[in-house]
């Protein structure tokens, strides 16, 4: 990545990082297309360097960000149907919205791997947790809206699966945040190695 297009992508990203894809109106309803700001932050976050190794890299050009959840597993996610596709604001690549009360977007980022969240420093919890199915994953904890949180998963070089959990704290079981991410992540992830 060119000294410039860092410059110009750290600028972005600072100024709003669309990354939630969704945010509450009323109790239970998330709509889609508003930001959180999520400055550079100063102050320590939690971050560990993920592993590089792959089993294998997993090109995400071409492939459809609707289609990576299966259908049998949209009722543990609320989804009750198809999502809407859409690109990524800042990443400028391919998400797919769910309307749920649980889960939030799937994004198939061609644009940036898993790299940018351990190299810039946002106002986030960032960590490294258990990979999936072999693929080095971290946990970004937004700490502007409580309620978000991505799972990011290293796919190839210059490319991630970044999927968003955003459940809602009045749901009865609601699960936490991070761990919504993660296994939304998972679910596409079984797509993606089967491709």
């Known amino acids: 990545m060119t000294q410039a297009r860092r410059f110009t992508l750290i600028a972005t990203l600072s100024a709003t990082l669309a990354l939630t894809g969704c945010t509450t109106v009323s109790a239970g309803s998330p709509m889609p297309g508003d930001t ?3 400055t550079p932050d100063t102050a320590e976050s939690t971050a560990t360097e993920p592993s590089s190794e792959r089993p294998r ?10 289609g990576q959840i299966p259908q049998a597993d949209w009722p543990k996610f609320g989804i009750d149907g198809p ?12 998400q797919c919205y769910y309307s749920s009360a649980r889960a ?82 998972e679910s596409a992830m079984k797509t993606l190695v089967a491709s």
């Open 83 to 94: 999502g809407k596709p859409s690109e990524h604001p800042d990443f400028k690549s391919p």
């Open 104 to 185: 939030g977007n799937v994004a198939l980022v061609v644009t940036a791997g898993i790299e940018e969240w351990t190299t810039i420093k946002y106002n986030v919890e960032i960590e490294d947790v258990e990979p999936i199915d072999g693929y080095p994953t971290l946990t970004v904890a937004s700490n502007i809206d409580r309620r978000a949180c991505w799972a990011v998963v290293d796919v190839a070089d210059g490319q991630s699966l970044m999927t968003t959990a955003t459940p809602d704290p009045n749901e009865p079981g609601s699960p936490e945040r991070c761990d919504l991410a993660y296994q939304l992540a």
């Open 57 to 66: 890299d997993i090109d995400l050009t071409g492939k459809d960000p609707c």
């Open 36 to 38: 959180i700001s999520t």
